[in-house]
């Protein structure tokens, strides 16, 4: 499956979501900026949810940073996956200075998106978290640990595209995990859709004020 754009994933992710959660509506959808918000739109609009953000970065290799050996989400501890830290031959506390720099782009981007407004209540709640692929998973492990500890009643982690090993391994971060397509080999999320435009802190504001 192949999807044209993040718009179109959304949809399809919304009809998905809409037949899952049957009268359990106005959730609270949480994007992962950049890339999960113009999925979630689609899916808070259907839904008649709340649509927000939670605000995670991958923590990466030293010598290979797009390689994630873990993440942090807004102002909770760092997780990090074992598998890839013994892979990337590095320690949790050999990477203090890579998790210094992410803090620092954490609380800008925070800073940039959230501009003060309060982080939203989650306390009882339907809350699905969204993001526009999950690859190693990692940074959605990150988001969905915070957001449990905001104490949502039913947590639900969702993409379009998804690597069969993360999906499985988030199973036991959510309530449910709901992915359209969990092609192997993988690759990248890039792969699965034609148009995989990289997208700015700017259009991160315009989705969040329409």
């Known amino acids: 499956m192949i999807f044209a754009n993040r718009a179109e994933a959304g949809r399809a992710l919304a009809d998905r979501l809409a037949h899952l959660l049957g009268t359990d509506r106005h ?4 994007a992962l900026p950049r890339g999960g918000l113009p999925v979630a ?3 808070a ?3 008649g949810g709340d649509l927000d953000i939670v605000v995670a970065r991958k923590i990466g290799s030293p010598r290979h940073p797009e390689f994630g050996v873990g993440a942090i989400a807004e102002d ?3 997780v990090y996956d074992p598998d890839n830290l013994r892979y990337a031959g590095v320690t949790e506390a050999g990477l203090a200075d890579v998790l210094a720099a992410e803090r620092a782009e954490l609380a800008r981007r925070i800073h940039r998106y959230r501009g003060g407004r309060p982080v939203p209540s989650m306390a ?5 978290v969204i993001d526009d ?3 190693t998973g990692v940074t959605a492990h990150a988001a969905l640990r915070w957001v449990r500890e905001q104490g949502p009643g039913r947590l639900i982690l969702a993409a379009p595209v998804c690597a069969p090993q993360a999906r499985d391994a988030l199973s036991a971060e959510a309530d ?3 992915c359209l397509s969990a092609p192997d080999p993988f690759y990248a999320v890039g792969r699965w859709y ?3 435009e990289q997208l700015t802190d700017e259009d991160v504001g315009h989705f969040i004020m329409c």
């Open 27 to 30: 959730p609270l959808v949480l």
């Open 41 to 43: 739109g689609p899916v």
């Open 45 to 47: 609009e259907r839904l």
């Open 76 to 78: 909770g501890p760092p």
């Open 124 to 128: 009882g709640r339907t809350v699905i």
């Open 133 to 135: 692929g999950l690859a």
């Open 176 to 178: 449910e995990v709901v």
């Open 194 to 196: 034609e148009d995989f």
